[in-house]
C-alpha cells in the first residue's frame, strides 16, 4: 500500500547537476528510514543513500561530498541533490524504504544518465 514515484532524471554533462523527487503515498508511518537506489545496466540494484526519521543520513562512498539526501515531511516527498555528476552516476535511480524485502514494490525509477 506504500508507494513511490519518482522523478527529475534527465541527460546531462560530466560535472552536472539533477536533483530528483520522490513523491510517496500510503501509510509511511511505520518506515524508519527511506532512501534512494540506483540499478546500472547489467549490474545489481545498489543503496547510494538513506535518511532516517532522526534525520541520520548515510551514503555509499562513490558519492560521498557529491551527493545530498533530503525530506520534506509535510510535503511526504524525498530528495536526491547530485552535484559533479560523473558517467559511472549512469543508472535508472529509485526510491523507497531503506529496508527491502523480498515482496517491496518497486516504481519505475528515474533515468539519469551522465555522458563524457
Known amino acids: 500500500q506504500v508507494q513511490f514515484v519518482e522523478s527529475g532524471g534527465g541527460l546531462v554533462p560530466a560535472g552536472g547537476s539533477l536533483r530528483l523527487s520522490c513523491a510517496a503515498s500510503?501509510?509511511?508511518?511505520?518506515?524508519?528510514?527511506f532512501a534512494w537506489f540506483r540499478r546500472a545496466p547489467g549490474k545489481q540494484r545498489e543503496l547510494v543513500a538513506s535518511?532516517?526519521?532522526?534525520?541520520?543520513?548515510n551514503y555509499v562512498d562513490s558519492v560521498k561530498g557529491r551527493f545530498t539526501i533530503s525530506r520534506d515531511n509535510a510535503k511526504n516527498t524525498m530528495y536526491l541533490q547530485m552535484n559533479s555528476l560523473k558517467p559511472e552516476d549512469t543508472a535508472v535511480y529509485y526510491c523507497?524504504?531503506?529496508?527491502?524485502?523480498?515482496?517491496?514494490?518497486w516504481g519505475q525509477g528515474t533515468q539519469v544518465t551522465v555522458s563524457s
Open positions: 535518511i532516517s526519521r532522526g534525520g541520520t543520513t
Open positions: 523507497n524504504a531503506a529496508l527491502i524485502f523480498s515482496n517491496t514494490y
Open positions: 500510503g501509510d509511511t508511518r511505520r518506515i524508519n528510514a
